[in-house]
């Protein structure tokens, strides 16, 4: 799975309330998830590859009267992630000057576990270009 995402801003001066970039949901890279880097421009492409490990439904009609809740599904998924992008911050602000105008790229295995309603629970570590790895558990519900 891929995908690519960019954002532009073009006039020469950006109210700072309408400056995004990295970091805001869901521009962001994998092993960057603590870092806002905001600049007016930025582009994101986030790559997955997942192999599916686990694909069964627990029948729990006897505890669940409900026919929509009466079998209880558990997909599991291994994934390995590279996402790569880069922020163009015109303003020159000090504060982000360590990761603005630069490329940027993280990488990483992860877990994915699918339950009801598509509800995702994820699993990943990741390390980005720095060389800092860290682990996140994130919990995703469709919208």
């Known amino acids: 799975m891929t995908g690519l995402s960019a954002s532009a801003y073009l006039s020469p001066s ?60 558990i997909r599991a998924y291994i994934s390995a992630n590279f996402d790569h992008g880069y922020v163009n911050d015109r303003s020159r602000l000090p504060e982000n000057a360590g990761l603005t105008n630069t490329y940027l790229h993280g990488y990483g295995l992860g877990l994915d576990l699918v339950t009801f309603y598509d509800q995702v629970f994820r699993f990943e570590y990741s390390v980005n270009s720095l060389g800092a790895g860290n682990f996140f558990i994130n919990v995703k519900a469709p919208l």
Do not use: C, T
């Not at 582009?43 to 009466?70: C, G, Q, T, W």
């Open 14 to 73: 950006q109210p700072y309330n309408l400056v995004r970039g990295i970091g805001y949901n869901p521009n962001f890279i994998r092993g960057y998830e603590v870092n806002v880097i905001e600049g007016q421009q930025a582009v994101v492409h986030k790559n997955s590859f997942r192999y599916e490990l686990l694909n069964i439904a627990y029948d729990i009609s006897s505890m669940m009267p409900i026919e929509e809740f009466s079998h209880f599904p």
